[in-house]
């Protein structure tokens, strides 16, 4: 027999919970084999010291009560406190927001050209506006070199950017 299973059947006996049929066929079993008879034994002295302690139900109570009030008024501070943080990380955010949109609604696009912003272009006139040798190959761009390197001529608002990868160029 499996020792799991006569395991199981000898708590159930122990406890009274087998039929009538079963307890003779395990009866018969513990007749020959004395070390499962002892364990059989063991088990029903464990089950009458647990059913005699049961029935010994008139002792206090080992924890006192809770105090439900007390609980009840420290999750709502604690859902209290989660709201407030919840809000204030809001209005926070909304602040820094209106702030960041008024810093940017002031601010102006950089004025490319300075003094007289009007500037005559010839008719007709296509000679390539020349450009000033003080720009270095590894120099960085920007729209105001561009416009002092190619406002010395008859401009011709030409800007070549093939690729953000690359320097724009006046061709």
Same mark, same amino acid.
């Given at each position: 027999m499996d020792e799991? !299973? $006569?395991e199981r059947l000898m708590m159930d006996q122990a406890m009274g919970a087998l039929d009538a049929d079963t307890e003779q066929l395990l009866a018969h079993h513990l007749a020959r084999d004395p070390t499962a008879a002892r364990?059989?034994?063991?088990? /029903?002295?464990?089950?009458r010291l647990a059913r005699r302690v049961l029935r010994a139900g008139d002792a206090e109570p080992v924890l006192p /009560? %809770?105090?439900?009030?007390? %609980?009840?008024?420290?999750v709502s501070r604690r859902r209290q406190r /989660?709201?407030?943080?919840?809000?204030?990380?809001?209005?926070?955010?909304l602040l820094?927001?209106?702030? $960041? *949109?008024?810093v940017a609604t002031r601010t102006s696009p950089p004025q490319l050209m300075s003094g007289n912003s009007a500037m005559p272009?010839?008719?007709?006139?296509?000679?390539? @506006? @020349?450009?000033?040798?003080?720009?270095? !190959?590894?120099? *960085?761009?920007?729209? /105001?070199? %561009?416009y002092t390197q190619t406002s010395r001529?008859? @401009?011709?608002?030409? %800007?070549?950017?093939?690729s953000p990868a690359y320097e724009p160029r006046v061709p």
């Open positions: 799991q !299973a $006569l364990q059989a034994e063991e088990y /029903r002295q464990v089950v /009560r %809770l105090q439900t009030a007390r %609980l009840q008024c420290m /989660r709201y407030l943080t919840a809000a204030s990380a809001i209005a926070a955010m820094i927001g209106a702030t $960041l *949109f008024s272009i010839a008719a007709g006139s296509s000679a390539s @506006p @020349p450009v000033s040798q003080e720009t270095s !190959a590894g120099a *960085f761009w920007s729209a /105001r070199r %561009l001529g008859a @401009p011709q608002w030409t %800007l070549v950017w093939n």
